[in-house]
């Protein structure tokens, strides 16, 4: 359509839109003008393009043709395509909308401006939106407030934690110094009962093997009556340097200690200890070094002595490596950064949990992320990797990376967003791409002194 034929049709009937428009908005009244464009619609002769580009004469200007390429002589209709219309939205926030949403039958703008001259009727909502909204600011204001006296009291919980945990640090560094004296003194007493486990290992290693003190009694008592007689002396025992001679009934008694019967208890204190080192006397029939007994009691309580102090030897070792693990985990964990003022140290130990249709995801601050499903298999979403916020707000964003590969997918990673509440707790996580995590994660130290307003202008 063009100006001429447009013109024509204004003039000839008055009633159509073109021509409302401009009888029911004067140029410089109209609703969409904001006030530092109005200066621009000052009834003249003509009207210049706000871009420059182009002069019109004034009656053009919300002719519903678009003249100007910038749409600024069409801020009242929607003929121009990329034409901006402002409601001004007097309550709320004020925002501009496309001019072709102008007069289309659909309410943009709360106030109703932009139905001007349309066939339906818009309320004009601002108002309650408005105090919707305040509502809203007040209630993250109230928060906020809330969050920062809690965060206040974290950091001093959190200084009192770092003071706390270096003194743990300095008694574990105690525990595995002591502990190092005591493994070297244990060390020294297993190698000690080791040789002498040893040396009566090998000192009894040319004696007749399997003697005890019951074996050797009971091949004295040759009639199996729980003691040794004279007779059975002079019949099983010879000199170990005259093996023919058969030895007297003294010599007998004597070896008895004066007694004509022996039970194994006295046996064991008595005619033993001669018949073991073999030197004077000895078991008939056996020749060479063999005639020695074997003393298995003797080993048998070097031995127990030996394994006795490798227990207690391992004991002391493994505390000495649980001591030392405990300590460069403690070590790691003390060159984390829990920010500025040690704020979120108190996460450190703990771990929060939060049910999302069939898994149960758990996430333990600077440790791990882990998810559940209901058969009870566990998958770790990622270990501690560093913070992952802007550099003006490092710590809003924690990176946790190299959880469980995913089938056929990437490496399981979590990326966790701290927003301010006055709890800390996992409020959500999504999977917004396969095996890769988002949480998002509320607690009191993220609270800023400022509130990012966003969007919330002073017309409120
Ligand atoms: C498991 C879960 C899911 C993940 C799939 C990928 O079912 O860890 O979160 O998407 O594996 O195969």
């Not at 004597?254 to 007694?259: F, I, Q, R, S, T």
């Not at 039970?263 to 060479?288: A, E, P, Y």
């Not at 601050?365 to 992952?388: K, M, R």
């Not at 996992?426 to 607690?443: A, I, W």
Request: hydrophobic content about 30%.
């Amino acid at each position: 359509m063009t100006h001429a034929t447009l013109a024509a049709i204004c003039k000839c009937n008055a009633t159509r839109a073109c021509c409302t428009v401009a009888s029911t908005f004067p140029f410089n009244k109209h609703p969409s003008l904001v006030a530092k464009d109005k200066r621009f619609y000052k009834e003249r002769q003509s009207f210049v393009c706000i871009d420059g580009s182009k002069m019109i004469p004034f009656e053009l200007v919300n002719d519903d043709y678009c003249d100007c390429e910038d749409g600024s002589d069409e801020p009242g209709t929607a003929a121009c395509p990329n034409g901006r219309f402002y409601c001004t939205n007097l309550g709320f926030r004020p925002h501009y909308i496309p001019s072709s949403r102008v007069n289309d039958g659909v309410c943009d703008c709360c106030d109703a401006s932009d139905e001007y001259n349309s066939h339906i009727r818009c309320q004009n909502s601002c108002r309650n939106l408005g105090q919707r909204e305040r509502a809203d600011v007040q209630g993250q204001m109230k928060t906020l407030d809330d969050g920062l006296r809690l965060k206040q009291q974290l950091i001093e919980e959190g200084v009192l934690l770092w003071r706390e945990k270096q003194s743990q640090l300095r008694d574990l560094e105690q525990v595995a110094e002591d502990l190092q004296v005591q493994l070297e003194e244990h060390r020294r007493r297993k190698q000690e009962t080791d040789r002498i486990m040893e040396s009566a290992v090998e000192a009894n290693g040319v004696r007749r093997p399997n003697t005890t003190v019951t074996s050797i009694f009971h091949e004295l008592d040759s009639n199996r009556d729980g003691s040794i007689t004279v007779d059975e002396v002079q019949a099983n025992v010879v000199f170990a340097l005259d093996e023919e001679r058969v030895l007297s009934e003294d010599e007998a008694l004597a070896l008895l200690a004066g007694e004509h019967q022996m039970d194994i208890s006295r046996f064991q204190h008595t005619l033993w200890n001669v018949l073991r080192t073999g030197d004077s006397v000895k078991i008939k029939g056996i020749h060479g070094e063999s005639h020695r007994l074997i003393d298995e009691d003797h080993i048998n309580a070097a031995k127990s002595a030996a394994e006795r102090e490798a227990a207690a030897l391992k004991k002391v070792e493994e505390a000495y490596e649980t001591a030392n693990a405990e300590i460069s985990d403690l070590k790691r964990r003390l060159t984390i950064d829990y920010g500025p003022d040690w704020e979120f140290l108190f996460l450190g130990s703990q771990c929060y949990h939060l049910k999302v249709y069939e898994y149960t995801y758990t996430l333990c601050p600077f440790n791990q992320v882990t998810q559940q499903s209901a058969s009870g298999a566990e998958v770790s979403l990622g270990t501690w990797s560093t913070w992952a916020g802007t550099p003006g707000n490092l710590y809003c964003q924690m990176r946790y990376e190299s959880g469980e590969p995913c089938w056929q997918g990437p490496t399981r990673n979590t990326m966790v967003t701290l927003t301010c509440g006055t709890e800390t707790a996992l409020r959500s996580v999504k999977e917004p791409s396969k095996c890769q995590y988002v949480m998002d994660f509320q607690t009191p130290v993220a609270c800023q002194p400022v509130l990012e307003q966003q969007g919330v202008h002073s017309e409120l």
